[in-house]
């Protein structure tokens, strides 16, 4: 009964409020307080509406950014897969080559050969590769690994059924009896110096050598032919009141790269 009381007033108190109100506006009482009221309003108005207004252009906006991203994505991807499938296509070519020119190194010489794939290298000795040939191909310890047109980069060292280390021609352990290209003589021994370059002591001071000659083998060796193409000459190291001087040789190939090669098997000892 008492809340109802309550409300009853409540009511009145309201509607005499705004009977008031009314009256003092037909009075013109409340003039400025509803001018100043309705401008506050209508500013309230406009800045919800530019609020919203660029609440719903920003989701547009991020809307089209996100497909946008979705898109230069999807577009790069594509551009990556084009860049893969371009550098397989560059390597394919270069292998082929590489093929070609051994194929034709043989062709001209009178060698046997086996081509081989590089597969590896030997964790257990330092330069070195491992191909996937051996000694059921025809393959043995000692035989020389070309690539080109006949540049020696080492020789076989250790040779299992289907697999084989070769031992890199800069390796400290690395010997080969050299010659200059334009003389019969054998020049002096060449040794591979901290698996960087290659370098021949003991070499008469008399001998001409210059830098840029190119070295080969002087098929002094067993199972070495005569003619690969070991490098040039990098550097001399002569002074005038020794015997001897000594050059450093520069390989020809980066190691790095080779992909094939092929092991020379001399004809001699392909029937053992």
Known sequence: MIEKRKNRKIKIYILAVIVLLIFLHYLGVLVKP?????????????????????????????????AFKSENEQLQSELNQLIYENSQLKAYKLENEKLKELLNYFQENDFDYLTAKVIGRDMDKDNTLLINKGSQQGIKEGYPVVVDNGIIIGKTIS????????????DNLSQLAISKIDTNKTTGLAQGE?????????IP?????????????????????????????????????????????????DYEEITFLSVIIPKFFSND
């Not at 901290?194 to 003991?202: H, P, R, T, Y």
């Not at 001071?205 to 040039?232: A, F, V, W, Y």
């Open 159 to 170: 040779v299992r059924d289907n697999l084989s280390t070769v031992l890199l021609v800069t």
């Open 194 to 202: 901290f698996g960087l370059s290659i370098k021949v002591d003991l």
């Open 205 to 253: 001071q008399d001998l001409e050598i210059k830098q840029d000659d190119l070295i080969i083998t002087s098929g002094l060796e067993k199972n070495i032919p005569r003619g690969l193409i070991l490098g040039k000459v990098n550097r001399i190291i002569s002074h005038e009141n020794d015997l001897f001087k000594s050059v450093t040789i520069s390989p020809l190939v």
């Open 34 to 66: 509803e001018y100043y009221t309705l401008r506050v309003l209508t500013d309230l108005q406009h800045e919800t509406y530019t609020f919203l207004t660029k609440l719903r252009f920003s989701f547009i906006n991020y809307q089209e950014a996100q």
